[in-house]
Structure formats: structure tokens, C-alpha cells
């Protein structure tokens, strides 16, 4: 008996695209033959139980090969991570996993069909709630985004433009993943005034998560908005006499743009450079900011500044008596006050119709991402309210046939108030 991996898929895998391991026998001639697959998950288990799931696939007529692919069982227990537990690093415990797949065959007579498990594995596997669109996926390569050595850099998981405006109220989160201990260790952050001049620089100590023995310390998150204000002294070692906090300080010149990148634990730049423009622009409407889980589960954030509008859908259900009734032994009639068609369950549900500023091609290709999300929020009093979107149709907007443009999105609360109960 013989089982060979044949093809393995990236080691740091987006859960929502297939996951294929390729595998083969040198018994695929024996009677009633098929490959399986026993995938186990580090912390999980499933019904009754059990440690592992098992998948059957038969033979390929062509190649004699089995086809495994595991990425619906991995979904299930992936979610997303949002808000701030601690202010710096954080983990993100529900957004990656990992797993293991061993590979066996089952043959033999209908009668005693054997199975022979576990005769060949791979172990230690990564994978993360990323869903890329088919051409991504065709051409991701986990060494873009997966921080594995000292020296080579990668992108923070988000297609949102850098130098992006942010209001100094704002929060925000940016993303990245490791898979070597140490190769993230520090959060540098450098803050400038409006002639671009250097305030200051800060590094940003991640004590706790950079071990990534520990699996929720593969995907880290950052807080790159005005909660890094809430950065505590102790996290941050302190390099040309800088002071806290790091975006709101009362000193002159105030602080106009900031860059964050990581290092590893020698303080050698792991990851791209990603910046912030501080701006305010004038409304006189309510801000409604959004946050909405991007192509690689991480969650971005845009803000909607212009007119809004909030409407009630309204349902109610009804019933309704017939005209007359008696009102003594000798009168059969009816009042003006009797109320014949009666609601008995009313619910309404709010929508609110929002506008963005003016924004650019980069940011209208990059806004699909908002429109497309499974997981949207929308950021009430320092909390996260989930909503989802109405629209069914998005359009990437060019300045060479529209000019200027701007985005308008209709937002629906998730769950229903009650204003009568039956």
C-alpha cells in the first residue's frame, strides 16, 4: 500500500476558495477502491466526539488520482474578528486555523470493504476566512502576505488604498499574517506634520503575540486608527523623546499624516509601508461609518459624510370583524369608535440611505469590497452595530466617463424593532 501527496495547495489558504489536495495509490485497481481523507482541526471537535471528519472520493478515470477538497469543512469554523480587546496588536483568534489531513483508501469485496487510514499526512496547515475572487485566487501566493522570513516584505491584507483621509475620531484596523515566531515583533509609526516634516516615530511592542506556535497569533491586527491613541506607555519603546498620545498630542505642529509598518524582533522591516492622511472635511450631516470584512477576513473601513436619510419599513398584520354586533338585547348595531380592521403584530425595520465625499477610481474599484461583504457594521457610540447592504448592483466609476462621482448605499439594520407583539 502506497500513498503518495500529490499536490498540496498553499500553506496560508483563504478558506472560501477550494483547497484541493491531489493524492495517489498504487491500488486503485482493487475492487470497490477509494481514497479518503480524515481532516482534523487543532481544537475542534465534531459530533459525537469525534476528532476528525472523513471524505471518500473515488478514483479518477483518467489519472487514478483523488481530488480532496477540504475547504467546507474548514469554513465552518471560521468567523471574523472586530473591535478592540487590547489596544496595539491583537490576535485574531476566529479568523484562522489550522489543520492537519491524513490520506488512506478503502477496498476489498463488497462483502469486507477494509479501510487502511493515515498512511501518509501533512501536518501543521494554515488557513484564514479569505475569499478571492476567481482570477485572485488563480494567481495568490501565500509569500505575498504570510511573513516567513527576515528579510522579505508583504502585504497587509486589505486592497484599500494607502493615504487614505481618516477623521481624527475615527477608528480603524490593519492585518497582516506570520508564520515564523518573531518575524512580526514591532509596529513602527511615524508621524508627520503637513509639510511632511518627521514628529515622531514609535515602536510598537508586541509582547504577547508573536509566537506562532500559538495559532491565533498568525493573523495579527493593528490599530492603525484614533484608538492608537489608546496605546499605553509601557507598549511603546520610546525612541527620539516621543510622547503619547500618538495621533491627538496638544504639542505644536499637530500631526497631519502617520505611516505604520512592521518589523521583526531586530527591527528589519517585514511588511509594506501603510499611511494615513488626518482630514476633517466640512458636513453639516451625521457621519456613519462603516466597517466591512474585506476579501482576506480582515475588516476595512470607509466613512459616508454627506446627506442621509432614514426611513421605516413597516410590517403589520392584521385582522379585521364584520360590521355589527349587539350592543344590548334589543340593539344590533355598531359604533363609530368600534375598530373593525385591527393590528395585532407591527414590526419595523430602519433603512438609512447614506453618501459618500467625492471619491476616486482607486477607491470605487476597491468599494466593491464594501458592497460585496458578507459582514458589514456600522460604528454607533464606541460600538460595532451589524447591517447589511440592499443594493445588487455595483458599478466601478472612471473619471474619464463620469467626471467626479461619489458612492450612495442603502443600509438595513439586521434584526426587526417590535412596536406591537401578538
Not at 474548514?74 to 478592540?84: G, M, N, V, Y
Not at 492585518?175 to 509609526?189: C, E, L, N, P, R
Not at 475588516?299 to 459616508?304: A, E, V
Not at 458589514?376 to 448592483?393: G, R
Request: glycine content about 4%.
Amino acid at each position: 500500500m502506497a500513498i503518495t501527496i500529490q499536490q498540496t495547495p498553499e500553506n496560508y489558504s483563504p478558506a472560501y476558495n477550494p483547497i484541493w489536495w491531489v493524492v495517489s495509490s498504487t491500488n486503485t485497481a482493487q475492487a470497490n477502491f477509494q481514497y479518503i481523507c480524515d481532516v482534523y482541526i487543532t481544537g475542534v471537535t465534531f459530533a459525537g466526539g469525534a476528532t476528525y471528519l472523513r471524505l471518500k472520493c473515488p478514483a479518477d478515470p483518467t489519472y487514478g488520482r483523488g481530488v480532496f477538497n477540504v475547504s467546507p469543512i474548514l469554513q465552518r469554523q471560521l468567523t471574523s474578528d472586530i473591535q478592540d480587546v487590547v489596544y496595539g496588536f491583537q490576535q485574531a483568534p476566529n479568523s484562522i486555523i489550522e489543520y492537519d489531513v491524513k490520506f488512506g483508501e478503502l477496498y476489498g469485496a463488497s462483502s469486507g470493504v477494509i479501510a487502511y487510514p493515515s498512511l501518509t499526512n501533512s501536518t501543521g496547515r494554515t488557513a484564514f476566512n479569505g475569499s478571492l475572487n476567481t482570477i485572485e485566487f488563480k494567481d495568490y501566493d501565500s509569500d505575498d502576505y504570510v511573513a516567513n522570513t527576515f528579510s522579505t516584505q508583504i502585504n497587509f491584507l486589505t486592497n484599500m488604498p494607502s493615504s487614505g483621509t481618516i477623521r481624527t475620531d475615527e477608528n480603524a484596523w490593519i492585518y497582516a499574517m506570520s508564520q515564523t515566531s518573531g518575524a512580526i515583533k514591532f509596529a513602527h509609526v511615524v508621524t508627520y506634520d503637513s509639510t511632511n516634516t518627521l514628529i515622531y516615530s514609535y515602536y510598537v511592542i508586541n509582547h504577547q503575540y508573536f509566537n506562532t506556535a500559538t495559532i491565533a497569533n498568525r493573523m495579527l491586527r493593528f490599530t492603525s486608527g484614533y484608538n492608537m491613541d489608546d496605546i499605553v506607555a509601557g507598549n511603546i519603546t520610546n525612541q527620539s523623546g516621543t510622547a503619547l498620545p500618538i495621533l491627538s498630542r496638544p504639542e505644536s505642529p499637530p500631526v497631519a499624516r502617520y505611516e505604520i509598518y512592521f518589523t521583526d524582533s531586530s527591527h528589519n522591516r517585514i511588511t509594506e509601508s501603510y499611511y494615513f492622511k488626518i482630514d476633517n472635511p466640512c458636513t453639516n450631516h451625521t457621519v456613519y461609518r462603516l466597517h466591512f470584512k474585506n476579501k482576506f477576513g480582515a475588516f476595512d473601513s470607509f466613512s459616508f459624510i454627506r446627506a442621509s436619510q432614514i426611513s421605516s419599513d413597516i410590517k403589520r398584520d392584521k385582522y379585521e370583524k364584520v360590521l355589527g354586533e349587539f350592543k344590548s338585547g334589543s340593539s344590533y348595531t355598531y359604533n363609530i369608535k368600534d375598530r373593525f380592521e385591527t393590528s395585532f403584530h407591527s414590526t419595523y425595520k430602519h433603512t438609512i440611505k447614506l453618501n459618500s465625499d467625492w471619491i476616486n477610481e482607486n477607491q470605487s474599484v476597491w468599494l466593491e469590497e464594501l458592497m460585496t461583504s458578507p459582514e458589514i457594521y456600522l460604528e454607533e457610540e464606541s460600538d460595532c452595530v451589524p447591517v447589511n447592504i440592499i443594493e445588487t448592483k455595483y458599478t466601478q466609476r472612471q473619471h474619464k466617463t463620469d467626471k467626479i462621482f461619489n458612492l450612495e448605499v442603502n443600509i438595513e439594520r439586521t434584526f426587526n424593532n417590535i412596536r406591537q407583539g401578538a
